[in-house]
Nanobody, 115 residues
Framework: QVQLVESGGGLVQSGGSLRLSCVAS????????MGWYRQAPGSQREMVAIMYSTGITRYADSVKDRFTISRDNAKNTVYLQMNTLKLDDTAVYYC?????????WGQGTQVTVSS
């Protein structure tokens, strides 16, 4: 099992920035991907950004050029730098770890963007 602990959410004004962090612990395999998903009220959970252990990244179209995902493999930590935040970015953000059949989720951190 892999445990994930997120931090960094909060309240920010539109146009502002936040940085989310997620630390993984437990049985971590070298081949994996880690990333961020979000779920707004009344909506389905959606992928925001993921990063493979190879360094390859994927982003949702809605966050490209505004969000940046990065990893520190030595610390088993993944980050999400969110810039130019918009009202539509308001959601609970979840960290995800995936390797083979193992799929783990964090408890979620609230990001609220105000006007």
């Amino acid at each position: 099992q892999v445990q994930l602990v997120e931090s960094g959410g909060g309240l920010v004004q539109s146009g502002g920035s936040l940085r989310l962090s997620c630390v993984a612990s437990g049985s971590i395999f070298s081949i994996n991907y880690m990333g961020w998903y979000r779920q707004a009220p009344g909506s389905q959970r959606e992928m925001v950004a993921i990063m493979y252990s190879t360094g390859i990244t994927r982003y949702a179209d809605s966050v490209k050029d505004r969000f940046t995902i990065s990893r520190d493999n030595a610390k088993n930590t993944v980050y999400l730098q969110m810039n130019t935040l918009k009202l539509d970015d308001t959601a609970v953000y979840y960290c995800n770890y995936h390797s083979g059949k193992l799929d783990s989720w964090g408890q979620g951190t609230q990001v609220t963007v105000s006007s």
